[in-house]
């Protein structure tokens, strides 16, 4: 070959490269992007106020008109994005799912805080329509504590939402209703 063959070629590749590199930076960028895509949802179910039992308010109809599934709600409850109710939360019934010689299960279902009562039981203390209020809103389950507890089906009112999570609900109606059939297993 000659050499400005090979010059031409040498460039050639490296144009290919760098195209290449920038292509993947785009879509890494594209990527980063797409932070909030979980299934966060603009759509957030309109749903009648009754009174509650036990707490002010109550939802009293399941907001999809079907029951959840309460293993699936477990999945939200242990979710680091949708739910992390473990993050304030400590359940017995999830802790003992966490085996200590098993990293996974470990970091799934083994780490809870503590700055907020214990799961155990609710299903005694509350009506499932006050639990679906309390995962709907907080804010207006307790509406006298100035709760830090996330309102999860309201998608908006909210400050410095990241990227592209702003307008959405953190749980689709599906998905609370999963997490009220979870809580409802919550029996001492
Ligand atoms: C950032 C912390 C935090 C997270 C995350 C959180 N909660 Fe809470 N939750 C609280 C606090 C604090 C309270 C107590 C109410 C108050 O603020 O006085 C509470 C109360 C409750 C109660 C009533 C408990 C009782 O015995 O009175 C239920 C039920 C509940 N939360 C369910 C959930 C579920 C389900 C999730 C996840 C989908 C969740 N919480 C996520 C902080 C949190």
Redesign the pocket.
């Known amino acids: 070959m000659r050499l400005r063959t090979v010059k031409v070629m040498a460039l050639a590749v490296a144009f290919a490269v760098a195209m290449a590199s920038g292509a993947s930076l785009g879509l890494a960028q594209a990527k980063k992007k797409k932070k909030c895509k979980d299934g966060e949802v603009e759509q957030v179910a309109s749903y009648q106020l009754a009174k509650g039992e036990n707490i002010e308010g109550a939802i009293n109809t399941s907001l999809t008109g079907k029951f959840g599934d309460s293993k699936t709600g477990l999945k939200?409850?242990v979710h680091r994005r949708?739910?992390?109710?473990?993050?304030?939360?400590e359940v017995t019934k999830i802790l003992e799912l966490a085996k200590p010689d098993d990293l996974k299960s470990l970091k799934t279902y083994g780490f809870h805080?503590k700055?907020?009562?214990?799961?155990d039981?609710?299903a005694d203390?509350?009506t499932e329509g006050?639990?679906r209020l309390?995962?709907v809103s907080?804010k207006k389950?307790?509406p006298d504590?100035?709760?830090?507890?996330?309102s999860?089906h309201v998608n908006e009112g909210f400050n410095r939402v990241i990227g592209d999570c702003k307008g959405l609900a953190?749980?689709s109606a599906e998905r609370v209703e999963d997490?009220?059939a979870?809580?409802k297993t919550l029996k001492e």
């Open positions: 939200w409850m949708l739910g992390n109710c473990i993050a304030c939360h805080g700055i907020a009562p214990t799961l039981g609710v203390r509350y006050e639990l309390i995962v907080a389950a307790f504590a100035n709760t830090i507890m996330p999860f953190i749980l997490v009220v979870y809580l």
